[in-house]
């Protein structure tokens, strides 16, 4: 299949260019700035991401463009377009002409491939200290703004280079979508085939010739991910898929009997397991964030074995490892932060194979292929869920009357976001208990000693960075007293306005 390389040298959009270009039905692949895959008979472009690194550093992130360059089309953006300049007789400097935010572009060469179709919005997001301050050899000036001159470039050969210093796959560069397809489709000639009905109808063409007769164990969390696998491989071996739901105690309120009426209505084989009363045991008096992380993760492997070896004849376990969890994002150091977990120990001890269908999808990606596969809406829009549930969204020790007031004061707090229609807008919301702290109130004309709830919303794209959500204080205010008059136990509400970073979307 055609697809588009994107090399990333540490902006925090790479991960968006990637979700751009596969909004126009071409499939991509993300990869450390060093390392264009060998095998690249499939590729018709490359992108070079932006960079928090300054390219005239010692310590910036170089590589010899030359064994791209004239082989693919090329788009450069921000320190990518900045790269291409250094590297080829041009000129990038801190010119004290540092844009952060909207531009507007000027003088734009409209017989530039990359602006065909431009109209005169031409609004830019803009984010650089560093400026291009002489063109590299044969290009042409594309655009300009108020404070830099060279906003675009192209150099018009075989497979053409382009940089723009600004960035189209953000939302404020209002025609960035045109003209990613401008080189994605014109430049690059993508014949736009990566959809979501596509790939259901090879996923499970390629699970059939996998699989054979085979077995396969399936562990569900009730969230997207697996979710969609469950009905992708349901599609494509029925029966042969058994699954297995645990509850661990700490899913939100009716959760379990909820997410198991689904799955059975979608026709799966699900095993539930109640284990409440092992992980309640097992928690019992710890406090610590990591440690209940520990106990959670060693008994979820636990019991998800006992149930698994149970099926006796199985050789695959498919998992729910969508691609934001394998590509491997850099730091500014040039460190790969993140990489791929997967459930501990079982593949090994019951020597069973991995199956991960989704592992080349964004999370949006998966949501569609769910709709193409006829799930009920309310499981694909679910927002994530940690595995470890409410026990890291109750600070301190965990109790059963503690996860009973915590599963009220959420359920009247997402009930009302989905009334108010926000629901769909947020990327994850929750409560939290402060079960710690506790504050004086006033109810009727007794005094109150109790624990405050926080409520938590945030809007992101991928978790890795998250912006509060900005609820109407109407909306909040409704919340704060239902949750007040409702829930025994609790006296106070506040609203959590942190981002992410520095904070973490999760209290614990
Ligand atoms: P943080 O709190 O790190 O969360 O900003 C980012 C995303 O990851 C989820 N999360 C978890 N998911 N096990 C999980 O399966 C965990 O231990 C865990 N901790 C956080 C969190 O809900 C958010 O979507």
């Not at 064994?67 to 990518?80: A, E, K, Q, T």
């Not at 697996?226 to 105690?249: K, P, Y």
């Amino acid at each position: 299949m055609q697809k588009i390389i994107i090399l990333d040298f540490g902006s925090q959009t790479t991960q968006l260019i990637g979700r751009r270009v596969r909004e126009l039905n071409t499939f991509c692949e993300i990869f450390p700035y060093n390392k264009f895959p060998d095998d690249d008979k499939d590729v018709i472009g490359v992108i070079l991401s932006g960079s928090p690194l300054s390219v005239y550093q010692a310590d910036a992130f170089h590589i010899d463009l030359n064994r791209i360059r004239g082989r693919f089309p090329i788009l450069g953006i921000c320190y990518g377009a900045q790269l291409i300049s250094h590297s080829y007789g041009g000129k990038v400097e801190n010119a004290g002409t540092r844009e952060y935010g909207r531009q507007q572009l000027q003088n734009v060469d409209y017989t530039c491939p990359l602006f065909k179709g431009f109209d005169e919005r031409s609004q830019v997001w803009m984010s650089h200290g560093d400026s291009i301050t002489k063109l590299p050899r044969g290009a042409i000036l594309a655009a300009s703004t108020e404070t830099v001159a060279n906003a675009a470039y192209y150099i018009p050969e075989s497979q053409p280079v382009f940089g723009t210093q600004f960035h189209p796959e953000v939302f404020h560069t209002l025609q960035g979508t045109l003209l990613l397809r401008n080189f994605v489709v014109d430049v690059c000639g993508s014949r736009q085939e990566w959809s979501p009905e596509k790939f259901v109808e090879t996923t499970v063409a390629e699970l059939r010739e996998q699989i054979g007769r085979d077995r396969v164990i399936l562990g569900l969390s009730g969230g997207v991910d697996s979710s969609v696998v469950a009905a992708l491989l349901n599609r494509a071996i029925g029966s042969q898929l058994t699954c297995i739901f645990v509850d661990h105690g700490m899913l939100r309120k009716n959760e379990f009997n909820n997410v198991m009426h689904d799955y059975e209505g979608l026709g799966l084989n699900v095993i539930g397991v109640d284990a409440s009363e092992k992980f309640l045991n097992d928690l019992e008096g710890v406090k610590e964030p990591e440690q209940k992380r520990k106990i959670i993760g060693r008994d979820f492997v636990e019991v998800f074995n006992a149930e698994a070896k149970k099926i006796t004849d199985a050789k695959w376990l498919a998992q729910g490892t969508i691609y934001p969890d394998r590509i491997e994002s850099l730091n500014i150091t040039g460190k790969v932060i993140k990489s791929h977990h997967n459930v501990g120990g079982l593949p090994r001890e019951m020597h069973l194979q991995l199956c991960e269908p989704i592992k080349w999808l964004f999370k949006d990606e998966v949501r569609r292929v769910g709709r193409s596969l006829g799930m009920p809406e309310h499981l694909i829009a679910r927002h994530p869920f940690p595995g470890p549930g409410l026990a890291v969204r109750i600070l301190g020790d965990i109790t059963r009357e503690k996860i009973r007031i915590l599963q009220e004061a959420d359920a009247i707090y997402i009930n009302a976001l989905r009334e108010a229609g926000l629901y769909d807008e947020i990327w994850q919301a929750g409560a939290i208990l402060l079960s710690e702290v506790r504050s004086v109130g006033v109810m009727g004309d007794e005094r109150t000693y109790e624990n405050p709830i926080a409520l938590r919303a945030v809007t992101s794209s991928d978790a890795m960075t998250a912006d509060w959500a900005h609820i109407p204080y109407e909306v909040l205010a409704k919340i704060s007293n239902e949750i007040i008059n409702k829930v025994k136990g609790v006296n106070r509400v506040c609203y959590d306005i942190s981002s992410k970073p520095p904070s973490t979307i999760e209290w614990e």
